[in-house]
C-alpha cells in the first residue's frame, strides 16, 4: 500500500478493491459523518428540503420532488467536485457512483423493504414466490 496520491487527500493509507470489473478507491476512512458535523449540515439541508417541497408543489403532480431532488443532487456532487479538485477524473465518477448506488440500496435497505413487507402482511403476497421459495428449499 502507498500513501493516497491525489490532492488535498491526507497522507494515509489506501488501496483499490475490483467490484464489478471498476476499481475503487478504498481506505480507512470511513464516509460516517459526526454528530458535531451533522449538526452544520442539517440546517441547510432542511432549508433546501422546503426549497424543494415548495417548487414540487407548484408543479401539481406528486412526482415532481423526484426531479428536483435529481437536480440538486447532482448539482451539488458537480460543484464539490469543480471546487474541491478542479476537473473531473476517472476515480472521482466511480466514487461518485458508488456513493449514490450506496444511498439508493441504503433507502431501499431501510425504507422501502419494511414498506413492502408491511404491504405484502396487506395484500398478501405474489403466489409463485412461495413455489420458488419450497423449489430453493428442496435444491439445498
Request: hydrophobic share 35%; charged share 30%.
Amino acid at each position: 500500500m502507498r500513501a493516497c496520491p491525489h490532492k488535498n487527500t491526507p497522507q494515509k493509507e489506501y488501496f483499490y478493491v475490483i467490484a464489478k470489473g471498476t476499481r475503487f478507491l478504498y481506505s480507512e476512512w470511513v464516509p460516517y459523518i459526526a454528530p458535531k458535523d451533522r449538526k452544520k449540515f442539517d440546517p441547510l439541508i432542511d432549508e433546501l428540503a422546503e426549497k424543494i417541497v415548495e417548487e414540487a408543489r407548484s408543479y401539481n403532480y406528486d412526482g415532481a420532488f423526484a426531479g428536483l431532488i435529481n437536480y440538486t443532487c447532482t448539482r451539488l456532487t458537480l460543484r464539490v467536485i469543480k471546487t474541491l479538485f478542479g476537473k473531473m477524473r476517472y476515480w472521482m465518477i466511480a466514487t461518485v457512483v458508488g456513493t449514490f448506488q450506496n444511498v439508493a440500496e441504503e433507502f431501499y435497505r431501510r425504507v422501502g423493504i419494511p414498506y413492502e413487507d408491511k404491504q405484502i402482511k396487506q395484500s398478501g403476497d405474489v403466489d409463485l414466490y412461495k413455489e420458488y421459495d419450497e423449489d430453493i428449499e428442496k435444491n439445498q
